[in-house]
């Protein structure tokens, strides 16, 4: 499934194409009771002017919902953007990210792990929200 929008994001209100990767279902363990988490995980592109030329740049977003009784009960979520220069290399990593069941909360570290990006990083972060409402089209 693919999922394709073009959106504005953040407080620039920077243009962003937001596409669909894969969707995962992972059992967890949580305060001695079993959960189910579904993890989204999406391809950020993005146009950024460089010296008056206009480029793509790439990044990656995760989101995790926690659900019980077929019900989302909390939702958090990471974007990372302007990590790639090509979609290529976008999706090998999306795919690795997917492949570990990597969740918002670790996708950082996991990306300067793997990639090397520095402590200047463009990114979006909500981390355990009961508002899904306002967050769940985003």
Known sequence: MLLNFTKKEGKRGMAVHKELFRSTKVAGVEENSA?????DYYLL???VNVDGFA?????VGVTKRTVEDGKTVDLEYRRVYDV?????????MLD???RGAVT???????????VGIGDLVNEEVC???TEISDIAAG
Not at 35 to 39: S, V
Request: proline share 3%; charged share 30%.
């Open 35 to 39: 959960k189910l988490y579904e993890l």
């Open 45 to 47: 592109e993005k146009e």
């Open 55 to 59: 480029i793509n740049t790439f990044g």
């Open 84 to 92: 790639f220069c090509s979609k290529r290399e976008t999706l090998v």
């Open 96 to 98: 690795k990210l997917a």
């Open 104 to 114: 918002p909360v670790s996708l950082l570290e996991v990306l300067q792990d793997v």
């Open 127 to 129: 981390i355990g929200t």
